[in-house]
Structures are given as structure tokens and as C-alpha cells.
């Protein structure tokens, strides 16, 4: 099919979005690879994810498309930030120094080689198209409907998975985060203090 | 006619490449977590994506678990990264060298 044709077959709307939609995409990993203040990337992260967002809509998943604008762009880039004001290190990384050298060259490369790599393999086929043994996508009216039903029967044993891996990640991360008060943690802790004060 | 599904693939793969770039890029711990996240999503937009082409729910089914894992590991992950950095000053993964053997 020639390109041209391709492009005037495509609806304007959906084009239209796509294209929108994918500027957001790239304009935002772009955002997040290159901002030299972690803030910044995050902030680039949340347009990634709507942008990720805006074409789930396009492809029926109305529901994973709500999910994602409030766990990712609500919750995890939130978490993000919360981390970084915590820590303290929205500091400037120096990207002058580099202990690796040509680390980023080589860097580029290897992607570029796994980008090459992904859509050589897109090429041959081994995805047997086959379906597995579930219904349509459907529209937006029962979009939430169909992923219920199949989430609470077929993959229900999954799904009671899901719940004691987050039980047991809200336990890790309670443990993490505690504070252990010890003479030898206070110890550690002023070292600490007279370690950023040298840093600075 | 709407937008082909390899449009979508394609973009899917582009930014899955600037996450693995991202990750080998960068030396902020926490930047590195981000591109990670970023590739998750290149790869949920696969499965959205296989979902519609297929006709299938199960590719968005399959999305839903895979938010959830996201979810649980950023959680660890950065309650890793705030301990780390609790005792020390550095954000990058250089400062990290006392894990070298």
C-alpha cells in the first residue's frame, strides 16, 4: 500500500491525536533523558505519561487510560518528587565529569542497536496471532465491564497475587524507611552532617 | 479507518529505546528510575496496542497487572534509594561504588 494512500485513508481526527499524542510521547522521554535537574525530568515524565494516556483513549482502553493518569501521573511521579524535595538532590548533576569515559556515545549507540534490534525482530513473525480464549475489546461503553469480568474470573488467582505483593511492598517499604535511633546510627549521622558540610 | 497499529508499535519501540538510553545516560539514581518507568509504559502501549489488533481483552487486562508491579516496585525502589542516600551525600549511581567487590 503506498504511503501517501495509507495517510489519506487515516481518519483527520484520529491522525490528528495520534500525531499529537506521539509529540507529547517522545517530546517527554526526550524531557526526562536530557533535563539536567531531576524535577524537571519528572515533570517531563508526567507529559510522557499523558501522552501514554491520550492513546489508550484512542484504542478503546478507556479504563487503563484513567488508571494511568491516577497511579502515574497521580501517584508514582508524586512518590518521584517527594523523594527528590526529601533527599535534597535536585541539585545539577555535572555531566562534565564522567568517570566512564565515552560512556554517552556508547550509550547512544546501544540504543540506537536495541531500537534496530526491536523493529528487526518486529519483522519476522513470531507472535502466532492466535487468541487467547477471551472476548473483544469492546467500546467505550462496557470497556470496564469486559476488564472486570475477566480480571474477577479468569485471572482471578493473578489478581489475589497482585494484593499480597502490594501488601508485602507496603511492608518493605515501612521497613526501609524506618529509623533504626542506635549510638551507632547517631554516630554515622553526624559524620553525615560533617561529610555534606566538606561536600558543599 | 483509523491509525494503523504499527504506528503504534512503532512509537512503543522508539520509546522503549530512549528509556535503555536513558538508563545508560544518565548517573542520577533516580532519573535511571524514571527511564525504567518509561520503558514500562512503552511496553503497556505494546499491549494496548496487540489488544486492539487481536481483538482481545487480555492485552489490557494484562496492562492492569503489569501498573500494579509498577506500582509495588517504585515503592521499594525508591524506599531503597531514600536508605541509600540517607547515609550518604551523592544522587549518583557513581557515589555508589562501595557495593564494588
Known sequence: ?200 | MSVPGSWYLILAAVLFSLGIIGVLVRRNVIVMFMCIEMMLNAVNLTFVTFARMLGDIAGQVLVFFVLVVAAAEVVVGLGIIVSIFRRRVGATADDLHILKG
Open chain 1, 1 to 200: 500500500m503506498e504511503p501517501t494512500f495509507l495517510l489519506a485513508a487515516i481518519a483527520k481526527p484520529d491522525l490528528i491525536t495520534f500525531a499529537a499524542a506521539a509529540l507529547m510521547v517522545i517530546g517527554g522521554a526526550f524531557g526526562v533523558i536530557a533535563s539536567r535537574n531531576p524535577v524537571h525530568s519528572a515533570l517531563s515524565l508526567v507529559l510522557t505519561m499523558f501522552g501514554i494516556a491520550v492513546l489508550f483513549i484512542e484504542q478503546d482502553a478507556q479504563f487503563l487510560a484513567a488508571v494511568q493518569v491516577i497511579v502515574y501521573a497521580g501517584a508514582i511521579v508524586v512518590l518521584f518528587l517527594f523523594v527528590i524535595m526529601l533527599l535534597g538532590v535536585d541539585r545539577q548533576e555535572i555531566f562534565g565529569r564522567e568517570s566512564l569515559r565515552a560512556q554517552r556515545p556508547l550509550a547512544a549507540a546501544a540504543g540506537v542497536i536495541a531500537l534496530g534490534e526491536v523493529l528487526l525482530l518486529a519483522r519476522t513473525t513470531w507472535a502466532t496471532g492466535a487468541h487467547a480464549a477471551n472476548g473483544p475489546v469492546g467500546n467505550s461503553y462496557d470497556n470496564v465491564q469486559r476488564i472486570a469480568a475477566e480480571v474477577f474470573s479468569t485471572y482471578l488467582l493473578p489478581f489475589e497475587a497482585t494484593a499480597v505483593l502490594l501488601v508485602i511492598a507496603v511492608l518493605a517499604a515501612v521497613y526501609l524507611a524506618r529509623r533504626v535511633v542506635t549510638a551507632n546510627a547517631e554516630e554515622e549521622g553526624s559524620k553525615m552532617v560533617e561529610g555534606k558540610a566538606v561536600d558543599r
